[in-house]
């Protein structure tokens, strides 16, 4: 029997076409049923709906497995699986035409009939820290929270990241939505002294003002997760239909930076609860002896990821032009769960198809394999099941 869409008139929000023609058609967009999952089908379906005026999309929001396990570490679901899979029943039957995720919440394995079609242009996809905020005006960064603070983090990947580098603090679990965690924090009571979340999140919920420090290689020594501040379109492979819609709001580079990092995590088997830091960077070449610059040093606003923009100024939504002679560089790391061991590499190269950002991230993942990855990861899918915090992100 089919599965029911869910009925609640809450969770149904239509867009009505401006203007009903003959070709005029109607798509079903799914999400989840948190507000960050709302406000990025919103944002997809604004994309689509400057693209195609003339058609109709219904965004049907659902509550999945992982939201109603939030007390559940997430790493004892083996997969990512939890975020997606009821939606995933729902897109198979037709029932829904495309499913708008978080590319970071997306199985790098999917089911055979479905595939991912589209990545959007691509936020910040940094972490930010973020204080409590009696703490903003004492503490400038990480390194001067005292001995034994603690911050909260929602994954293995940021814990082990910042236990290489601060052993002196303390790691807790921070779970729930963006909102929650937030407002653990803020909690005058609460052990946490800091937080560390995506920057993306933050932007799309209006709440940049609280981030107090931008995370990467060279501040906090944090690597991002696999598709962190991308948005993903997940269809049926055989439907066309919707396909050719979504090609028109599909950013190139980001799409190759996406590419290029799940081939990475797909190569080292890594799942979603496993230490996989990552920075992929578009380094326009003619500008490099001047302009190459750290991710970690430039201000968000400067920061325009897919086009490169943050590296000489060039004007937003450049993307289709894009110089052959642009490298893409893939910095990764693997870390164990104390931050003790670490495997790191950097690669670039020129790429112009989706197959070489591919080979990138293969490539990246047999030089971090040659460091040490394999024997790490290892170790971290042995101490799964005794450790009993964290998984996601
Ligand atoms: N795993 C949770 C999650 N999934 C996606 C985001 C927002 C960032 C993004 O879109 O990549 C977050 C919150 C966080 O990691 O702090």
């Known amino acids: 029997m089919a599965t029911e869409l869910p009925k609640d008139e809450g969770t ?26 709302r406000v990025q089908a919103d944002e997809i379906v604004k994309e689509l709906k400057e693209q195609w005026p003339e ?16 007390k559940t570490a997430l790493h004892k679901f083996n997969e990512k699986a939890l975020w997606t899979q009821e939606l995933e029943v729902l897109l198979e039957e037709g029932q829904l035409d495309l499913i708008v995720h978080c590319l970071k919440d997306m199985p790098t394995q999917l089911p055979a009939n479905l595939q991912l079609s589209c990545i959007t242009k691509r936020r910040d996809p940094r972490d930010a820290l973020v204080l409590k905020p009696t703490l903003v005006d004492k503490v400038k960064s990480l390194k001067y929270l005292p001995e034994g603070a603690v911050v909260g983090t929602s994954s293995l990947r940021r814990t082990a990241q910042l236990k290489r580098f601060y052993p002196q603090l303390k790691f807790q679990d921070v779970r729930g939505n963006l909102g929650t965690r937030l407002g653990k924090l803020d909690d005058p009571n609460s052990d946490y002294s800091a937080i560390v979340i995506a920057v993306a999140g933050l932007e799309r919920l209006g709440m940049t003002n609280r981030i107090n420090s931008y995370l990467s290689k060279d501040n906090g020594g944090m690597l991002y997760a696999v598709g962190q501040g991308a948005l993903a379109i997940e269809t049926r492979k055989d439907d066309k239909r919707t396909t050719d819609l979504l090609a028109k709001i599909s950013c190139d580079r980001s799409t190759k930076q996406g590419l290029a990092e799940r081939q990475l995590m ?15 960077e578009w380094i326009p070449k003619k500008r490099f002896h001047d302009t190459h610059v750290g991710i970690g040093v430039k201000p968000a606003e400067d920061y325009d990821q897919a086009t490169g923009a943050a590296f000489g100024g060039d004007p937003a939504g450049k993307e289709e032009e894009q110089d052959l002679t642009d490298e893409l560089v893939m910095r990764a790391i693997v870390v164990s769960l104390d ?28 030089l971090l394999v040659e460091k040490g990855a394999d024997k790490i990861l290892e170790q971290v899918q042995l101490n799964r099941g005794i450790i009993k915090d964290q998984g996601n992100a």
């Open 55 to 70: 058609h109709t999309f219904e965004i049907h929001a659902m509550s999945t497995t992982g939201d109603n396990n939030q």
């Open 339 to 366: 931050g003790k061991d670490a495997a790191e590499i950097e690669t670039r190269r020129r790429i112009t198809t989706n197959e070489q950002a591919n080979e990138l991230g293969f490539d990246a993942a047999k």
């Open 12 to 37: 149904l929000k239509v867009i009505k076409a401006t203007k009903e023609t003959e070709h005029s058609q109607i798509f079903r967009v799914g999400t989840r049923r948190s507000i960050l999952a």
């Open 266 to 280: 797909r190569t080292l088997e890594g799942g979603c609860s496993v230490p996989i830091g990552v920075e992929t």
